[in-house]
């Protein structure tokens, strides 16, 4: 079983309506949770990150997490087409002195339509 | 600018070769990480330097050897690679200790583009 899991896409969204990416993890110790977008041939960017259950909001961006069910995901409102890049889900699996040692899942492509 | 600098943004090599990558931070971090993208695969971390120690190596072949002479430098440096080492390799950094409600997200380089012949 891979650690992070998503689906790789692409979806595909009309302009203007929300996105909805998922992400599953293996991991039950895993405390911290992140979106990171990236454009084609460009480096990753963060987008959000979340360490409690529950919903999450930053402008257009919700990211939800549930531990229980091992699962987070990321929703965008009003999707533009910018928004259109492969969106990585990632897992921390170190803190302290280890720093923010990341496991990332393959990556979900999305791409808005106008 | 993203405050992280990765140097050759390309770089073709034969298999008998010896090379370097660099990365350089301006971000004042204390942890830096290469990662390995492949196509079609997951963001690997290979190598973890935290506090200018190294505190992961996770399975990667010895033909790459990371250096780290202060916090603000990082070399992978590169010999007798194979033809599947060819990928995109992308250096992060990051303040360390990690503390999840401080906010200390991982602030990636360009990352350089590697061919193996």
């Known amino acids: 079983q891979k650690e992070v899991e998503q689906n790789s896409g692409p979806l595909s969204v009309p302009e203007g309506a929300i996105a909805s990416l998922n992400c599953t993890y293996s991991?039950?110790?895993?405390?911290?949770f992140f979106w990171y977008r990236q454009y084609s041939g460009k480096s990753p960017e963060l987008i959000m990150s979340?360490?409690?259950?529950g919903d999450k909001e930053d402008g257009r961006f919700t990211a939800q997490l549930n531990k229980a069910s091992q699962y987070v995901s990321l929703l965008i409102r009003d999707s533009q087409p910018s928004d259109s890049a492969t969106y990585l889900c990632?897992?921390?699996?170190?803190?302290?002195?280890?720093?923010?040692?990341?496991?990332f899942g393959g990556g979900t492509r999305l791409m808005v339509k106008p | 600018e993203t405050g992280v600098t990765q140097t050759p943004r390309h770089l073709v090599m034969g298999m008998t070769n010896k090379k370097s990558l660099k990365c350089e931070q301006h971000?004042?971090?204390?942890?830096m990480y290469w990662y390995k993208q492949s196509a079609k695969k997951p963001l690997e971390l290979m190598f973890v330097?935290?506090?200018?120690?190294?505190?992961e190596n996770n399975s990667v072949p010895s033909r790459f050897s990371p250096e780290c002479p202060n916090s603000s430098h990082l070399f992978l440096h590169l010999h007798t690679l194979q033809p599947e080492d060819s990928a995109l390799y992308l250096c992060?950094?990051?303040?360390?200790?990690?503390?999840?409600?401080?906010?200390?997200?991982?602030?990636f380089g360009d990352g350089t583009r590697l061919s193996i012949l």
């Open positions: 992060a950094s990051s303040q360390a200790p990690f503390d999840r409600y401080s906010n200390q997200p991982q602030h």
């Open positions: 991991d039950r110790v895993s405390q911290s």
């Open positions: 979340i360490y409690s259950n």
């Open positions: 990632a897992v921390n699996k170190g803190e302290g002195n280890a720093g923010n040692m990341l496991t």
């Open positions: 971000l004042g971090h204390n942890a």
């Open positions: 330097y935290s506090l200018e120690e190294r505190v």
